[in-house]
């Protein structure tokens, strides 16, 4: 362990250099946009940015979701992502029709639980709200998934993750750490919220991130914890946890940190075999017919394959598979934030 840390520690030292020359093209693209010399486009409507300043893993996904229950009865919303690794270009949007390798596997979540919902892809965002305006059924307020970087778009607000254990304040700019600009660039939300917290998180902890993080007086802090579901489901079927112990499972993730849900269920001692793949992962045939065969290796009876919820929607047509649905909820300020989003919602009405 202390040579991984000593072997991680000095390529950091190597790479420092690149991550200073990347902290001087960042600033400077958003030091032109903060003058008025790139142009920001403002929409009628109010956009609302949710993002981060690392690369992956702070739960934007049910973030959104979130968010999308809190406006749905209430107002027109639409999701426009840019469909992170699909295989299409351009604006497309969520139809019948349309396949997750087209929308990109979070936005194909979004459209598989959110039917009522428009759900589109472009990466040219100014270009993907302006064709979501010109549909028949305009949207009233736009969320704009992984765009706290995507400054051609002037937000209404920002809602900025940071996961907890890996603050922003406390990484490094690419590419020897995670970040996609300085910390500095926090400034521009006016919503934070700390992801993946532990399930008991003690008040003096809050107030020492709280200084960490050092928030202007406009900045509202929140903190939030992911929640598992009671039990596995696909379309056909469901199966509670305490009956899931009794099964034989192989575990499928690929997402940025499977290691909450690794614990989860290691808490609820589930028999799984972890197959670990990268982040939006695109599996492969052989890799299909891999996992296949081992799932029909395994002689018991009661067996299942499970994986994540934004994993299940690449998967779900190409193996017999379950998921393990995941919510998130904030500490003691729920109602808190529901009325902050929607008092920063009013003033840009």
Request: proline fraction near 3%; aromatic fraction near 10%; include cysteine.
């Amino acid at each position: 362990m202390f040579c991984i840390f000593a072997l991680m520690s000095g390529l950091r030292k190597i790479l420092f250099p690149f991550s200073i020359l990347y902290d001087g093209i960042t600033s400077l693209r958003n030091t032109l946009f903060d003058i008025g010399i790139l142009r920001s486009t403002r929409f009628e409507l109010p956009v609302i940015v949710v993002g981060n300043l690392s690369v992956g893993g702070t739960g934007k996904t049910p973030h959104i979701e979130y968010l999308i229950q809190l406006l749905k009865n209430s107002t027109k919303i639409a999701v426009l992502s840019r469909g992170y690794k699909r295989k299409s270009k351009g604006f497309v949007i969520a139809a019948k029709d349309v396949t997750v390798q087209e929308l990109g596997d979070e936005p194909f979540q979004y459209f598989l639980k959110f039917k009522e919902m428009a759900v589109a892809v472009d990466e040219d965002r100014v270009h993907g709200i302006n064709s979501l305006l010109e549909m028949e059924t305009r949207p009233e307020i736009i969320l704009l998934d992984d765009a706290f970087q995507h400054r051609k778009v002037h937000a209404s607000f920002n809602i900025l993750l940071t996961a907890y254990g890996d603050l922003y304040v406390d990484d490094f700019l690419l590419p020897a750490g995670n970040l996609r600009e300085s910390s500095r660039g926090a400034k521009r939300a006016e919503i934070i919220v700390v992801t993946k917290c532990p399930d008991e998180l003690l008040t003096f902890e809050k107030q020492k991130i709280k200084e960490k993080l050092k928030l202007k007086a406009y900045q509202k802090l929140f903190f939030s914890k992911v929640s598992y579901a009671n039990e596995v489901i696909n379309e056909n079927d469901s199966i509670s946890l305490n009956l899931l112990k009794n099964y034989s499972v192989i575990l499928i993730t690929g997402i940025a940190k499977p290691k909450p849900m690794v614990d989860f269920l290691n808490s609820k001692k589930i028999n799984f075999r972890h197959l670990k793949y990268a982040d939006h992962h695109n599996f492969s045939e052989l890799e299909i017919q891999q996992i296949t065969k081992e799932f029909e290796s395994i002689s018991l009876e009661k067996k299942i394959i499970l994986t994540t919820e934004k994993d299940y929607a690449r998967l779900k047509n190409r193996l017999p598979i379950f998921y393990l649905e995941i919510k998130v909820s904030l500490f003691d300020r729920e109602h808190d934030f529901d009325t902050h989003v929607m008092t920063c919602l009013k003033s840009h009405l």
